[in-house]
């Protein structure tokens, strides 16, 4: 095998496997959209913002800003749901402590 052909191979094998990565990652904001009504909102309310700050002219240093803080927020809701989905996988019944916790990881979010 010539190494031409061998790095050719190999980069086809990375990109099948960056494929099937991304592939599992669209799977999962898809869950995110389809199980939580708080990700559907975050998106409406952002996407607002931005056309809103577009229309009245907000500067580009503003809106990055914007965008930067908005992403921030989704990925807290995000990483709040697989806290509270572990959680109820790992103790079904309601429980104190993981009640504290599950609020706890909320008030992040909305401290966001």
């Known amino acids: 095998m010539s190494g ?3 790095w050719f191979i190999k980069m086809k094998e990375s990109l099948i496997r960056i494929k099937k990565s991304l592939g599992f990652s669209w799977t999962g904001v898809k869950y995110l959209f389809s199980t939580q009504r708080n990700f559907s909102h975050h998106l409406i ?6 056309i809103l700050g577009l ?6 240093i503003k809106l990055a800003i ?5 992403s921030f927020v989704f990925l807290l809701e995000a990483l709040n749901t697989v806290v509270e989905e572990i959680f109820d996988f790992l103790h079904p ?3 104190r402590k993981v009640g ?12 966001a």
């Open 66 to 70: 914007v965008i930067v803080m908005s």
């Open 55 to 60: 229309l009245l002219g907000v500067g580009t």
């Open 45 to 50: 309310v952002y996407c607002s913002v931005i």
């Open 93 to 95: 019944k309601f429980h």
């Open 100 to 111: 504290n916790i599950k609020d706890s990881m909320a008030g992040i979010v909305l401290m």
């Open 4 to 6: 031409q052909n061998f």
